[in-house]
């Protein structure tokens, strides 16, 4: 079955250290996101990608890092410039349309990552 | 930023009853979503509208878009225990088409 790939479920980030999470999709999207949802409150965006080898910052990028060297892969990482990281994790991905929109397309998202604090 | 809004925040109704979830957005939009959400796990797409649209339909589920009022509904008719989830809106502006905008979500509890 097709579909999105996030790993670890659970992670703990010890201070100052950089951790990274996995996403991985066979469903031959072209684009690619990673959201941060704190406890009750809606996703915000990090990160996207519309193609491989580019990338582009969402509305909190700071204190986190991408890339994007295949398209099936998308991995996040949270680096130790990132003060309060604890929070559910989500990626997602898209076709593009004719027009190569990503975004008229539904999103399909993985069951996501959630990092804590040690 | 967040651009969509959704009221109410919580809805608690009877099995069977029909839910009415509302979301409000301040710019002007290419396509507006609507997701639902299980608790932990990841968001599910449900219905997309587009800005040319006012109505649509799938299964128990209707979207209606009034872009005059900057606004959206999504019923579900005929509720089920299992449509117990969070609802989120999220917009494409037409100023940037390259990412969506979610709201805060509602959360819905289906009593059996």
């Known amino acids: 079955d097709g579909g999105i790939t996030q790993s670890p479920k659970y992670l703990f980030r010890k201070e100052g250290q950089n951790v990274t999470l996995s996403c991985e999709q066979n469903l031959n999207h072209d684009a690619m996101y990673w959201y941060r949802q704190d406890p009750g409150q809606g996703l915000r965006l990090i990160y996207y990608s519309q193609i491989v080898n580019d990338f582009q910052k969402g509305d909190i990028a700071e204190g986190y890092s991408v890339s994007r060297e295949k398209k099936e892969s998308f991995p996040l990482t949270v680096t130790s410039a990132q003060k309060n990281p604890t929070a559910f994790y989500l990626c997602a991905s898209s076709t593009r349309d004719r027009v190569r929109q990503a975004s008229n397309q539904p999103q399909h998202f993985g069951d996501g990552t959630r990092l804590s604090i040690l | 930023s967040q651009q969509g809004e959704e009221d109410p925040q919580a809805l608690s109704i009877q099995e069977g009853e029909n839910a009415t979830m509302n979301c409000s957005y301040k710019t002007s939009i290419n396509n507006l979503q609507w997701y639902r959400q299980n608790s932990g796990r990841g968001l599910v797409h449900l219905i997309l509208i587009r800005s040319n649209e006012r109505e649509k339909h799938s299964g128990r589920l209707r979207v209606t878009l009034d872009t005059s009022k900057k606004s959206s509904s999504l019923l579900i008719t005929a509720s089920r225990a299992a449509d117990t989830a969070s609802y989120f809106c999220?917009?494409?502006?037409?100023?940037?088409?390259?990412?969506?905008?979610f709201g805060q979500g509602t959360t819905l509890q289906v009593k059996p």
């Open positions: 999220a917009t494409v502006s037409s100023s940037n088409t390259g990412k969506l905008i």
